[in-house]
T-cell receptor
Framework: NAGVTQTPKFRILKIGQSMTLQCAQDMNHNYMYWYRQDPGMGLKLIYYSVGAGITDKGEVPNGYNVSRSTTEDFPLRLELAAPSQTSVYFC???????????????????FGPGTRLTVL | RKEVEQDPGPFNVPEGATVAFNCTYSNSASQSFFWYRQDCRKEPKLLMSVYSSGNEDGRFTAQLNRASQYISLLIRDSKLSDSATYLCVVSFGNEKLTFGTGTRLTIIP
């Protein structure tokens, strides 16, 4: 198993450009997540998905969009890049059998290697 | 007040020493607790879950005190490979996993 993969590893964008961060997992996990991590800060949840076709906002969703057309893929879209979106982006996945969302006592989140994004 | 609060460190500890970190959380409804480890410029990885009865995994011991709303991690006989940032993570049993900012540990030879 490759686990959780993310592309690209690094990217520099100009203000106003758009891009899609790719995330895929091959562990047949139902839950997937996008986080951002700023220097000296904890991970902040951007969006999450409990299964194909279902997505929901996290703590910091503004400026981002997601889709989940398959169980394996969970791309994150930045439509109009801003300097405040300079960050490291981590995708994660987990398997949860609990209803009502992830974060139950058995959930272990597996993270991808991250995408380092700079917006200039 | 932050939802999950950790001492950022850095903790510089000689090899072989014992080191302990604490983490406090503000929401008494929190249900699940974890310690994740993050190496420099890498992704976080689960180190261990934290249970009410306390749990041990080799040189690592985690404790939960619900009354005082804090979690601790103890590392005994520290190794150079233990150098990393340790993230305290709290879950409310729903979609929200809240991460602390992390405690940076450096083991000195």
């Amino acid at each position: 198993n490759a686990g959780v993969t993310q592309t690209p590893k690094f990217r520099i964008l100009k203000i106003g450009q758009s891009m899609t961060l790719q995330c895929a997992q091959d562990m047949n996990h139902n839950y997937m997540y996008w986080y951002r991590q700023d220097p000296g800060m904890g991970l902040k949840l951007i969006y999450y998905s409990v299964g194909a076709g279902i997505t929901d906002k996290g703590e910091v969703p503004n400026g981002y969009n997601v889709s989940r057309s398959t169980t394996e893929d969970f791309p994150l879209r930045l439509e109009l890049a801003a300097p405040s979106q300079t960050s490291v982006y981590f995708c994660a996945s987990s398997y949860s059998s609990a209803s009502g969302g992830p974060g139950g006592s058995t959930d272990t989140q597996y993270f991808g290697p991250g995408t380092r994004l700079t917006v200039l | 007040r932050k939802e999950v609060e950790q001492d950022p460190g850095p903790f510089n500890v000689p090899e072989g020493a014992t080191v302990a970190f604490n983490c406090t959380y503000s929401n008494s409804a929190s249900q699940s607790f974890f310690w994740y480890r993050q190496d420099c410029r890498k992704e976080p990885k689960l180190l261990m879950s934290v249970y009410s009865s306390g749990n041990e995994d080799g040189r690592f011991t985690a404790q939960l005190n619900r009354a005082s709303q804090y979690i601790s991690l103890l590392i005994r006989d520290s190794k150079l490979s233990d150098s990393a940032t340790y993230l305290c993570v709290v879950s409310f049993g729903n979609e929200k996993l809240t991460f602390g900012t992390g405690t940076r540990l450096t083991i000195i030879p």
